[in-house]
């Protein structure tokens, strides 16, 4: 059982930059990979990069490549989403996954964070 808590969210302007943590409980988070999605509203919850369990594997989707950068610490038990050159279409809840496979689908992941809202001013 892996409990996720997402923090780091808020108001930037287009240009900006922010970087969300994905905090983990539980002493099982080296073995699984983690992932990072994103809920924009009235649209569906899409992937947004991937990382696997010893980080050495990382995928994005191709709407933030060269952006944003995963990235995990396991001996804190967090995982991170660096976010630069923020754009308006970056707005949404970002969530944070825990699952077997660093897979860009969403039922590959058992674990769920509570969200952060990430909005990007124009």
């Known amino acids: 059982q892996v409990q996720l808590v997402e923090s780091g969210g808020g108001l930037v302007q287009a240009g900006g930059s922010l970087r969300l943590s994905c905090a983990a409980s539980?002493?099982?988070?080296?073995?699984?990979?983690m992932g990072w999605f994103r809920q924009a509203p009235g649209k569906e919850r899409e992937f947004v990069a991937t990382?696997?369990?010893?980080?050495?594997?990382?995928v994005y989707a191709n709407s933030v490549k060269g952006r944003f950068t995963i990235s995990r610490d396991n001996a804190k038990n967090t995982a991170y989403l660096q976010m630069n050159s923020l754009q308006p279409e970056d707005t949404a809840v970002y969530y944070c996954?825990?699952?077997?496979?660093?897979?860009?689908?969403?039922?590959?992941?058992?674990?769920w964070g509570q969200g952060t809202q990430v909005t990007v001013s124009s």
């Open positions: 996954a825990a699952g077997d496979y660093d897979e860009s689908a969403l039922p590959m992941y058992d674990y």
């Open positions: 539980g002493r099982t988070f080296s073995s699984y990979a």
């Open positions: 990382i696997n369990w010893s980080g050495n594997r990382r």
